[in-house]
Protein backbone atom coordinates (compact mmCIF):
# COMPACT_ATOMS: atom_id res chain seq x y z
CA UNK A 1 0.00 0.00 0.00
CA UNK A 2 1.56 3.37 -0.70
CA UNK A 3 1.61 6.75 1.26
CA UNK A 4 -1.22 7.82 -1.52
CA UNK A 5 -2.92 5.00 -0.72
CA UNK A 6 -2.96 5.33 3.23
CA UNK A 7 -3.67 8.94 2.57
CA UNK A 8 -6.94 8.28 0.57
CA UNK A 9 -8.30 5.76 3.24
CA UNK A 10 -7.60 8.19 6.07
CA UNK A 11 -9.39 10.90 3.68
CA UNK A 12 -12.19 8.59 3.41
CA UNK A 13 -12.71 7.13 6.78
CA UNK A 14 -12.61 11.13 7.98
CA UNK A 15 -15.38 12.16 5.29
CA UNK A 16 -17.41 9.08 6.18
CA UNK A 17 -17.70 10.45 9.74
CA UNK A 18 -18.13 13.81 9.32
CA UNK A 19 -21.75 14.22 8.63
CA UNK A 20 -22.82 12.29 11.88
CA UNK A 21 -20.76 14.68 13.64
CA UNK A 22 -21.28 17.82 11.99
CA UNK A 23 -22.31 21.32 14.26
CA UNK A 24 -23.25 24.38 13.50
CA UNK A 25 -20.59 27.24 12.88
CA UNK A 26 -20.35 29.54 16.27
CA UNK A 27 -18.10 32.32 17.45
CA UNK A 28 -15.29 31.53 19.59
CA UNK A 29 -16.57 32.35 23.48
CA UNK A 30 -14.34 31.89 26.79
CA UNK A 31 -14.98 30.07 29.94
CA UNK A 32 -15.27 26.54 30.41
CA UNK A 33 -13.03 23.01 31.46
CA UNK A 34 -11.72 21.12 29.33
CA UNK A 35 -10.67 17.19 30.45
CA UNK A 36 -8.08 15.35 28.51
CA UNK A 37 -7.57 11.61 29.11
CA UNK A 38 -3.48 10.98 29.68
CA UNK A 39 -1.08 8.91 31.21
CA UNK A 40 1.06 10.88 34.15
CA UNK A 41 4.25 12.45 32.76
CA UNK A 42 7.62 11.35 34.38
CA UNK A 43 8.91 15.25 34.85
CA UNK A 44 7.84 18.31 33.51
CA UNK A 45 11.06 19.37 33.52
CA UNK A 46 12.06 19.23 29.76
CA UNK A 47 15.90 19.22 30.13
CA UNK A 48 15.17 15.72 31.99
CA UNK A 49 12.17 14.58 29.98
CA UNK A 50 12.94 11.11 28.17
CA UNK A 51 10.58 12.35 25.33
CA UNK A 52 7.54 10.01 26.03
CA UNK A 53 4.51 11.35 24.37
CA UNK A 54 3.04 11.76 28.57
CA UNK A 55 5.75 14.03 29.10
CA UNK A 56 5.36 16.21 25.66
CA UNK A 57 1.35 16.88 26.23
CA UNK A 58 2.09 18.56 29.43
CA UNK A 59 5.64 20.36 28.76
CA UNK A 60 3.75 21.31 25.64
CA UNK A 61 1.21 23.34 27.72
CA UNK A 62 3.55 24.80 29.90
CA UNK A 63 6.81 25.88 28.32
CA UNK A 64 7.82 27.60 24.61
CA UNK A 65 10.60 27.04 22.50
CA UNK A 66 12.22 29.15 19.58
CA UNK A 67 10.66 27.78 16.83
CA UNK A 68 7.55 25.30 16.41
CA UNK A 69 6.49 22.72 13.09
CA UNK A 70 3.52 23.62 11.36
CA UNK A 71 1.20 20.87 9.82
CA UNK A 72 3.03 20.75 7.02
CA UNK A 73 6.12 19.38 9.40
CA UNK A 74 7.92 23.05 8.15
CA UNK A 75 9.89 25.56 10.80
CA UNK A 76 7.77 28.61 11.96
CA UNK A 77 8.28 31.19 15.20
CA UNK A 78 7.54 30.63 18.21
CA UNK A 79 9.10 33.32 20.79
CA UNK A 80 11.36 33.50 17.75
CA UNK A 81 10.65 36.58 15.61
CA UNK A 82 11.46 34.41 12.39
CA UNK A 83 13.16 31.39 11.21
CA UNK A 84 16.59 31.94 10.91
CA UNK A 85 17.61 31.01 7.46
CA UNK A 86 20.72 31.78 4.99
CA UNK A 87 17.94 33.77 2.53
CA UNK A 88 17.46 36.35 5.64
CA UNK A 89 20.94 36.22 6.92
CA UNK A 90 20.15 34.89 10.32
CA UNK A 91 22.60 31.78 9.49
CA UNK A 92 25.78 31.74 8.16
CA UNK A 93 29.31 29.92 7.68
CA UNK A 94 31.82 31.46 9.62
CA UNK A 95 35.75 29.85 10.45
CA UNK A 96 34.91 26.47 9.49
CA UNK A 97 31.60 27.00 11.77
CA UNK A 98 28.19 28.10 11.46
CA UNK A 99 26.05 30.90 13.37
CA UNK A 100 22.41 31.00 13.76
CA UNK A 101 20.76 34.80 15.58
CA UNK A 102 17.36 34.46 17.04
CA UNK A 103 15.18 37.63 17.87
CA UNK A 104 13.12 36.97 20.55
CA UNK A 105 9.64 38.71 20.13
CA UNK A 106 8.56 41.59 22.37
CA UNK A 107 6.95 41.09 26.11
CA UNK A 108 7.67 38.08 26.75
CA UNK A 109 7.47 36.55 30.02
CA UNK A 110 7.64 33.77 32.28
CA UNK A 111 4.83 32.71 33.98
CA UNK A 112 5.71 34.11 37.17
CA UNK A 113 5.96 37.40 35.31
CA UNK A 114 9.57 37.69 35.43
CA UNK A 115 10.82 38.91 31.40
CA UNK A 116 12.01 36.00 29.58
CA UNK A 117 15.84 37.52 27.91
CA UNK A 118 17.99 35.90 25.18
CA UNK A 119 19.91 35.31 28.72
CA UNK A 120 17.64 32.53 29.31
CA UNK A 121 18.55 31.10 25.66
CA UNK A 122 22.42 31.10 26.81
CA UNK A 123 21.23 29.24 30.15
CA UNK A 124 19.23 26.41 28.68
CA UNK A 125 22.15 25.68 26.70
CA UNK A 126 24.79 26.02 29.75
CA UNK A 127 22.21 23.76 31.52
CA UNK A 128 21.59 20.94 29.33
CA UNK A 129 25.57 20.06 28.91
CA UNK A 130 25.86 20.96 32.71
CA UNK A 131 22.72 18.23 34.00
CA UNK A 132 24.48 15.34 34.38
CA UNK A 133 20.68 13.73 34.46
CA UNK A 134 19.77 15.70 31.05
CA UNK A 135 17.83 13.16 28.67
CA UNK A 136 20.23 14.22 25.70
CA UNK A 137 22.45 16.38 24.87
CA UNK A 138 23.08 16.31 21.10
CA UNK A 139 23.64 19.06 18.92
CA UNK A 140 23.51 21.10 22.02
CA UNK A 141 27.39 19.47 22.37
CA UNK A 142 28.28 21.45 18.37
CA UNK A 143 27.67 24.91 20.14
CA UNK A 144 31.02 27.05 21.33
CA UNK A 145 28.91 29.56 22.92
CA UNK A 146 25.77 31.85 22.96
CA UNK A 147 26.45 35.48 22.32
CA UNK A 148 23.53 38.18 23.98
CA UNK A 149 24.33 41.29 22.52
CA UNK A 150 20.90 42.75 24.14
CA UNK A 151 18.00 41.01 25.96
CA UNK A 152 15.96 39.88 22.99
CA UNK A 153 19.01 38.91 20.82
CA UNK A 154 20.98 35.96 20.77
CA UNK A 155 23.89 34.05 18.34
CA UNK A 156 24.39 30.59 18.75
CA UNK A 157 27.98 29.92 17.58
CA UNK A 158 28.26 25.84 16.33
CA UNK A 159 31.87 24.71 15.93
CA UNK A 160 30.76 22.94 12.62
CA UNK A 161 27.94 23.09 10.08
CA UNK A 162 24.36 22.03 11.55
CA UNK A 163 21.62 21.73 9.69
CA UNK A 164 19.33 20.59 12.36
CA UNK A 165 19.63 23.70 14.61
CA UNK A 166 15.93 24.74 13.97
CA UNK A 167 15.27 21.65 16.08
CA UNK A 168 17.02 22.94 19.44
CA UNK A 169 15.73 24.93 21.94
CA UNK A 170 12.43 23.61 21.68
CA UNK A 171 11.66 24.57 25.12
CA UNK A 172 13.44 27.49 26.94
CA UNK A 173 14.12 26.71 30.98
CA UNK A 174 14.13 30.41 33.61
CA UNK A 175 17.67 31.38 33.74
CA UNK A 176 16.20 33.07 37.68
CA UNK A 177 14.61 30.05 39.10
CA UNK A 178 17.36 27.33 37.87
CA UNK A 179 21.03 29.52 37.75
CA UNK A 180 23.27 27.79 40.23
CA UNK A 181 19.99 25.64 41.79
CA UNK A 182 20.84 22.75 44.30
CA UNK A 183 19.52 19.33 42.80
CA UNK A 184 16.25 19.37 45.59
CA UNK A 185 15.53 22.53 43.80
CA UNK A 186 15.61 21.13 39.88
CA UNK A 187 13.69 18.28 41.41
CA UNK A 188 10.98 20.60 42.57
CA UNK A 189 10.85 22.24 39.34
CA UNK A 190 10.12 18.91 37.66
CA UNK A 191 7.02 18.82 40.43
CA UNK A 192 6.54 22.68 39.75
CA UNK A 193 7.73 24.50 36.83
CA UNK A 194 7.72 28.01 35.72
CA UNK A 195 7.16 28.20 31.86
CA UNK A 196 6.90 30.36 29.30
CA UNK A 197 4.03 28.30 27.39
CA UNK A 198 0.18 29.67 27.13
CA UNK A 199 -0.41 27.61 30.34
CA UNK A 200 0.90 27.15 33.91
CA UNK A 201 0.51 24.66 36.17
CA UNK A 202 -2.14 24.81 38.89
CA UNK A 203 -1.83 21.47 40.49
CA UNK A 204 -0.51 18.10 40.17
CA UNK A 205 -1.93 15.28 42.26
CA UNK A 206 0.00 12.33 41.62
CA UNK A 207 -1.89 9.03 40.07
CA UNK A 208 -5.36 11.85 39.57
CA UNK A 209 -4.69 14.83 37.32
CA UNK A 210 -2.45 17.70 36.62
CA UNK A 211 -4.49 21.19 35.67
CA UNK A 212 -3.25 23.98 34.02
CA UNK A 213 -4.42 27.87 34.08
CA UNK A 214 -3.98 30.69 31.14
CA UNK A 215 -0.37 31.98 32.03
CA UNK A 216 -0.22 36.23 31.85
CA UNK A 217 -0.84 37.09 28.27
CA UNK A 218 2.22 37.54 26.58
CA UNK A 219 3.04 40.44 24.07
CA UNK A 220 1.01 40.08 20.98
CA UNK A 221 -0.91 36.81 21.54
CA UNK A 222 -4.33 36.53 22.88
CA UNK A 223 -4.97 34.58 26.27
CA UNK A 224 -6.49 30.85 25.72
CA UNK A 225 -10.22 30.95 25.60
CA UNK A 226 -10.75 28.00 28.74
CA UNK A 227 -10.71 28.94 32.25
CA UNK A 228 -8.33 25.31 33.06
CA UNK A 229 -7.46 22.26 31.33
CA UNK A 230 -7.17 19.20 33.36
CA UNK A 231 -4.75 16.06 32.28
CA UNK A 232 -7.11 13.45 34.17
CA UNK A 233 -4.37 9.96 34.57
CA UNK A 234 -6.15 6.86 33.26
CA UNK A 235 -4.86 3.08 33.11
CA UNK A 236 -5.77 2.35 29.92
CA UNK A 237 -7.10 3.44 26.59
CA UNK A 238 -10.22 1.67 27.23
CA UNK A 239 -10.43 4.05 30.70
CA UNK A 240 -9.58 6.71 28.15
CA UNK A 241 -12.66 5.96 25.38
CA UNK A 242 -15.16 4.80 28.01
CA UNK A 243 -14.96 8.52 29.69
CA UNK A 244 -15.08 10.00 26.01
CA UNK A 245 -18.35 7.88 25.41
CA UNK A 246 -19.80 9.65 28.49
CA UNK A 247 -18.64 13.30 28.50
CA UNK A 248 -16.68 12.75 31.22
CA UNK A 249 -13.90 13.88 29.06
CA UNK A 250 -13.37 16.23 26.30
CA UNK A 251 -10.43 14.81 24.55
CA UNK A 252 -8.81 11.60 24.02
CA UNK A 253 -5.26 11.73 22.33
CA UNK A 254 -3.13 8.94 20.34
CA UNK A 255 -5.40 6.08 20.08
CA UNK A 256 -4.71 3.45 18.35
CA UNK A 257 -6.05 1.79 14.94
CA UNK A 258 -8.46 -0.19 16.00
CA UNK A 259 -10.16 2.44 17.68
CA UNK A 260 -11.36 4.12 14.47
CA UNK A 261 -14.06 1.28 13.82
CA UNK A 262 -15.74 1.58 17.38
CA UNK A 263 -15.85 5.36 17.82
CA UNK A 264 -16.33 6.86 13.79
CA UNK A 265 -19.99 7.13 13.80
CA UNK A 266 -20.74 7.84 17.40
CA UNK A 267 -22.92 10.89 18.15
CA UNK A 268 -20.90 13.86 19.71
CA UNK A 269 -17.36 12.28 19.06
CA UNK A 270 -15.58 13.60 16.46
CA UNK A 271 -11.99 11.94 15.28
CA UNK A 272 -9.16 13.39 13.66
CA UNK A 273 -7.09 11.15 11.83
CA UNK A 274 -3.58 11.54 9.98
CA UNK A 275 -0.23 9.57 9.08
CA UNK A 276 1.87 10.80 11.69
CA UNK A 277 5.75 10.80 12.33
CA UNK A 278 5.66 7.19 14.08
CA UNK A 279 5.85 3.23 13.56
CA UNK A 280 4.82 0.61 15.83
CA UNK A 281 7.94 -1.32 16.03
CA UNK A 282 9.93 -4.57 18.15
CA UNK A 283 13.04 -3.70 19.12
CA UNK A 284 15.99 -6.45 19.99
CA UNK A 285 18.49 -5.85 22.74
CA UNK A 286 21.52 -6.16 20.73
CA UNK A 287 23.59 -6.78 23.68
CA UNK A 288 20.76 -9.58 25.25
CA UNK A 289 22.31 -12.96 26.02
CA UNK A 290 20.18 -14.58 23.41
CA UNK A 291 19.44 -11.28 20.84
CA UNK A 292 22.78 -9.90 21.00
CA UNK A 293 22.59 -13.02 18.28
CA UNK A 294 22.19 -11.60 14.34
CA UNK A 295 21.01 -15.16 12.86
CA UNK A 296 18.36 -15.04 15.81
CA UNK A 297 17.34 -11.45 15.07
CA UNK A 298 17.08 -12.43 11.90
CA UNK A 299 14.63 -15.33 12.26
CA UNK A 300 12.41 -13.38 14.18
CA UNK A 301 12.20 -10.72 11.59
CA UNK A 302 11.45 -13.20 8.63
CA UNK A 303 9.08 -14.89 11.22
CA UNK A 304 6.69 -11.79 12.18
CA UNK A 305 3.43 -11.61 10.49
CA UNK A 306 3.05 -7.88 9.48
CA UNK A 307 1.21 -8.30 6.72
CA UNK A 308 -1.37 -10.16 9.32
CA UNK A 309 -1.62 -8.15 12.02
CA UNK A 310 -2.09 -5.13 9.33
CA UNK A 311 -4.99 -7.17 7.79
CA UNK A 312 -6.72 -9.09 11.05
CA UNK A 313 -6.05 -6.65 13.97
CA UNK A 314 -6.18 -3.45 12.24
CA UNK A 315 -8.64 -4.33 9.45
CA UNK A 316 -6.40 -2.38 6.39
CA UNK A 317 -6.16 0.70 8.08
CA UNK A 318 -2.39 1.02 8.24
CA UNK A 319 0.05 -0.29 6.05
CA UNK A 320 3.17 -2.50 6.61
CA UNK A 321 6.04 -0.37 8.45
CA UNK A 322 9.19 0.51 5.98
CA UNK A 323 11.60 2.17 8.61
CA UNK A 324 11.84 4.00 11.36
CA UNK A 325 11.21 7.38 9.70
CA UNK A 326 7.47 7.45 7.85
CA UNK A 327 6.55 10.69 7.50
CA UNK A 328 8.56 13.64 5.96
CA UNK A 329 11.20 14.84 3.57
CA UNK A 330 13.83 12.42 5.00
CA UNK A 331 11.58 8.91 4.71
CA UNK A 332 13.04 6.91 2.23
CA UNK A 333 11.04 6.90 -0.57
CA UNK A 334 12.12 3.76 -2.17
CA UNK A 335 11.96 1.36 1.69
CA UNK A 336 9.50 -1.58 1.34
CA UNK A 337 8.48 -3.69 4.17
CA UNK A 338 10.95 -6.56 5.51
CA UNK A 339 10.01 -9.68 3.91
CA UNK A 340 8.38 -12.21 5.57
CA UNK A 341 9.51 -16.37 5.50
CA UNK A 342 8.89 -18.69 8.33
CA UNK A 343 10.36 -21.62 6.58
CA UNK A 344 13.81 -19.05 6.15
CA UNK A 345 13.63 -18.30 9.85
CA UNK A 346 13.73 -21.99 10.75
CA UNK A 347 16.30 -22.77 8.31
CA UNK A 348 18.56 -19.76 10.08
CA UNK A 349 18.19 -20.89 13.62
CA UNK A 350 18.88 -24.56 12.04
CA UNK A 351 22.21 -23.10 10.28
CA UNK A 352 23.34 -21.57 13.66
CA UNK A 353 22.67 -25.08 15.69
CA UNK A 354 19.36 -24.43 17.15
CA UNK A 355 17.62 -27.71 17.31
CA UNK A 356 13.75 -28.40 18.08
CA UNK A 357 12.76 -30.01 21.34
CA UNK A 358 10.41 -32.34 21.96
CA UNK A 359 7.90 -29.62 23.11
CA UNK A 360 8.93 -27.62 19.65
CA UNK A 361 10.82 -25.39 21.55
CA UNK A 362 13.97 -24.79 20.33
CA UNK A 363 17.73 -25.04 22.52
CA UNK A 364 21.50 -25.06 21.95
CA UNK A 365 24.03 -26.18 24.48
CA UNK A 366 21.54 -26.06 27.31
CA UNK A 367 20.15 -22.48 26.45
CA UNK A 368 16.41 -22.96 25.86
CA UNK A 369 15.66 -20.23 22.93
CA UNK A 370 13.13 -17.97 25.24
CA UNK A 371 12.45 -14.52 25.19
CA UNK A 372 10.45 -11.53 26.67
CA UNK A 373 8.15 -9.70 25.15
CA UNK A 374 7.68 -6.12 26.77
CA UNK A 375 5.22 -3.38 26.10
CA UNK A 376 2.89 -1.20 28.23
CA UNK A 377 -0.01 -1.68 30.24
CA UNK A 378 -3.76 -0.95 29.57
CA UNK A 379 -3.24 -1.45 25.89
CA UNK A 380 -5.43 -3.96 24.59
CA UNK A 381 -3.92 -3.27 20.59
CA UNK A 382 -0.83 -4.23 22.12
CA UNK A 383 -1.67 -6.62 23.73
CA UNK A 384 -3.58 -8.59 20.46
CA UNK A 385 -0.49 -7.68 18.88
CA UNK A 386 1.74 -9.40 21.35
CA UNK A 387 -0.38 -12.90 21.25
CA UNK A 388 -0.02 -12.97 17.31
CA UNK A 389 3.70 -12.16 17.76
CA UNK A 390 4.19 -15.05 20.25
CA UNK A 391 2.31 -17.57 18.06
CA UNK A 392 3.65 -16.77 14.81
CA UNK A 393 7.21 -16.94 16.85
CA UNK A 394 6.34 -20.08 18.77
CA UNK A 395 5.83 -21.97 14.71
CA UNK A 396 9.85 -21.77 14.50
CA UNK A 397 10.86 -22.75 17.81
CA UNK A 398 11.02 -19.75 19.92
CA UNK A 399 8.81 -19.68 23.38
CA UNK A 400 7.68 -15.94 24.40
CA UNK A 401 6.96 -14.86 27.69
CA UNK A 402 4.49 -11.25 27.24
CA UNK A 403 5.72 -9.66 30.55
CA UNK A 404 4.11 -5.72 30.22
CA UNK A 405 4.56 -2.84 32.90
CA UNK A 406 3.46 0.20 33.37
CA UNK A 407 4.61 3.11 30.94
CA UNK A 408 6.33 4.68 33.65
CA UNK A 409 8.66 1.59 34.10
CA UNK A 410 9.53 1.04 30.66
CA UNK A 411 10.20 4.99 29.31
CA UNK A 412 11.64 6.08 32.25
CA UNK A 413 15.19 7.66 32.74
CA UNK A 414 18.49 6.17 33.72
CA UNK A 415 18.28 6.80 36.88
CA UNK A 416 14.64 6.09 37.63
CA UNK A 417 15.90 2.43 36.33
CA UNK A 418 13.70 2.54 33.28
CA UNK A 419 13.57 -0.99 31.10
CA UNK A 420 14.52 0.84 27.84
CA UNK A 421 17.27 2.69 28.90
CA UNK A 422 18.48 0.06 31.52
CA UNK A 423 18.88 -2.15 28.52
CA UNK A 424 16.76 -4.95 30.57
CA UNK A 425 15.05 -6.42 28.05
CA UNK A 426 15.08 -8.86 25.28
CA UNK A 427 12.60 -7.68 22.80
CA UNK A 428 10.57 -4.32 23.38
CA UNK A 429 6.84 -3.64 21.08
CA UNK A 430 6.23 0.72 21.18
CA UNK A 431 6.27 2.97 18.94
CA UNK A 432 9.66 4.78 17.43
CA UNK A 433 9.67 7.57 15.48
CA UNK A 434 11.05 11.88 14.96
CA UNK A 435 9.56 12.96 18.72
CA UNK A 436 7.37 16.56 17.94
CA UNK A 437 9.80 19.06 17.17
CA UNK A 438 12.68 17.40 16.82
CA UNK A 439 15.02 17.03 13.16
CA UNK A 440 16.16 13.37 11.21
CA UNK A 441 19.40 14.53 12.50
CA UNK A 442 19.22 15.08 15.87
CA UNK A 443 16.59 11.76 16.08
CA UNK A 444 18.83 9.56 14.47
CA UNK A 445 22.04 10.44 16.27
CA UNK A 446 20.11 9.65 19.32
CA UNK A 447 18.75 7.24 18.56
CA UNK A 448 21.81 5.11 17.11
CA UNK A 449 25.20 6.34 17.23
CA UNK A 450 27.35 4.55 19.80
CA UNK A 451 27.68 7.47 22.01
CA UNK A 452 23.96 7.31 22.36
CA UNK A 453 24.20 3.95 24.14
CA UNK A 454 22.22 4.80 27.80
CA UNK A 455 25.11 4.03 30.29
CA UNK A 456 26.72 5.43 33.69
CA UNK A 457 29.70 6.50 32.43
CA UNK A 458 27.64 9.24 30.27
CA UNK A 459 24.76 9.92 32.64
CA UNK A 460 22.29 7.50 30.82
CA UNK A 461 21.98 10.36 28.02
CA UNK A 462 21.05 8.68 24.39
CA UNK A 463 18.02 6.81 23.18
CA UNK A 464 19.78 3.94 21.35
CA UNK A 465 17.58 1.75 23.35
CA UNK A 466 18.97 -1.14 21.15
CA UNK A 467 22.58 -0.43 22.29
CA UNK A 468 23.11 -1.41 18.72
CA UNK A 469 27.06 0.49 17.60
CA UNK A 470 28.04 1.10 14.58
CA UNK A 471 30.63 2.08 13.09
CA UNK A 472 29.68 3.08 9.41
CA UNK A 473 26.82 4.41 11.45
CA UNK A 474 28.80 6.63 13.06
CA UNK A 475 30.55 8.27 10.06
CA UNK A 476 27.13 8.72 8.27
CA UNK A 477 25.69 10.73 10.46
CA UNK A 478 28.91 12.31 11.22
CA UNK A 479 28.50 13.10 7.25
CA UNK A 480 24.78 14.00 7.57
CA UNK A 481 25.63 16.66 10.95
CA UNK A 482 27.83 19.01 8.16
CA UNK A 483 25.45 18.79 5.09
CA UNK A 484 22.97 21.65 5.15
CA UNK A 485 21.22 20.45 1.79
CA UNK A 486 17.98 18.70 2.29
CA UNK A 487 18.14 15.80 -0.61
CA UNK A 488 22.05 14.87 0.25
CA UNK A 489 20.75 14.24 4.07
CA UNK A 490 18.04 12.38 3.20
CA UNK A 491 20.14 10.16 1.14
CA UNK A 492 22.42 9.73 4.02
CA UNK A 493 20.21 8.61 6.27
CA UNK A 494 18.33 5.70 4.09
CA UNK A 495 21.41 4.68 4.12
CA UNK A 496 21.75 4.64 7.74
CA UNK A 497 18.07 3.01 7.79
CA UNK A 498 18.97 0.47 5.67
CA UNK A 499 22.46 -0.61 7.77
CA UNK A 500 19.61 -0.47 10.47
CA UNK A 501 17.83 -3.08 8.63
CA UNK A 502 20.73 -5.28 7.49
CA UNK A 503 21.75 -5.30 11.21
CA UNK A 504 17.96 -6.77 11.94
CA UNK A 505 17.66 -4.37 15.48
CA UNK A 506 14.18 -3.98 15.25
CA UNK A 507 11.27 -4.73 12.91
CA UNK A 508 9.06 -2.40 11.34
CA UNK A 509 5.61 -3.93 12.34
CA UNK A 510 3.43 -0.89 10.68
CA UNK A 511 3.65 2.91 10.21
CA UNK A 512 0.87 4.43 12.99
CA UNK A 513 -1.79 6.64 12.29
CA UNK A 514 -2.50 9.70 14.30
CA UNK A 515 -6.18 9.14 15.45
CA UNK A 516 -6.80 12.21 18.65
CA UNK A 517 -10.79 12.14 19.62
CA UNK A 518 -12.75 14.88 20.75
CA UNK A 519 -16.00 15.36 22.43
CA UNK A 520 -17.67 17.62 18.99
CA UNK A 521 -17.98 20.32 21.49
CA UNK A 522 -14.14 21.36 21.42
CA UNK A 523 -13.34 23.77 18.61
CA UNK A 524 -10.54 25.77 17.25
CA UNK A 525 -8.08 22.61 17.38
CA UNK A 526 -6.17 21.94 14.06
CA UNK A 527 -4.79 18.77 13.56
CA UNK A 528 -0.60 18.39 13.35
CA UNK A 529 1.02 15.20 13.56
CA UNK A 530 4.49 16.81 14.25
CA UNK A 531 3.43 18.33 18.01
CA UNK A 532 1.66 16.90 20.83
CA UNK A 533 -2.53 17.14 20.57
CA UNK A 534 -1.89 20.01 23.05
CA UNK A 535 0.35 22.44 20.65
CA UNK A 536 -2.75 24.53 20.24
CA UNK A 537 -4.69 24.13 23.26
CA UNK A 538 -4.50 27.67 23.95
CA UNK A 539 -7.03 28.03 20.75
CA UNK A 540 -9.89 25.53 22.11
CA UNK A 541 -13.12 26.46 23.46
CA UNK A 542 -16.13 24.65 24.17
CA UNK A 543 -19.53 25.35 22.52
CA UNK A 544 -22.74 25.23 24.12
CA UNK A 545 -23.81 21.04 23.93
CA UNK A 546 -26.89 20.57 22.08
Not at 159 to 184: D, I, K, Q, T
Not at 315 to 322: D, F, L, S, V
Not at 386 to 414: K, Y
Request: net charge neutral.
Amino acid sequence: MTRIALALIISALVACAAPAQAVPSLAAVRGGTIVLTAQEPLTLDPVRSTGSAADAQAQRLLFGGLLQLDPDGRWVPWLAERVPTLENGDVWLEAGGQRVRYRLRSGLAWSDGVALTSADIRFTWERILADPRASGREGYDQIDGVETPDDRTAVVRYRVPYPAFASRFGALVPRHVLNGASEAVLAAFGRSPIGSGPFRLVEWRSGDQLIVAPAPTRSGEPAPYVDRIVLRFVASLEAAKAQLRAGEAHVAASLGESDIEELEGVPGIVLDLRPSTLVESLSFNVAGPITAEFAVRRALTLATPRDAIVSQLLKGRARPGTSELPLGWAAPRDARPQPADAEQARGMLDAAGWRQGPDGIRSRSGTRLRLVLTSTTGNRLREQVEQVIADAWRTIGVETEIRNVPSATLTGGFAANGIRKRGTFDVVLAQLGIAPGDDPQSYLSSRHRCDAIPRAENGGAGSNWERWCDTETDILLGRAAVTLGEAERAALYARVLSRMDEAAIAVWLYDRTRIDAFRSEVRGHVGNAWVPVTADAERWWLAPRP
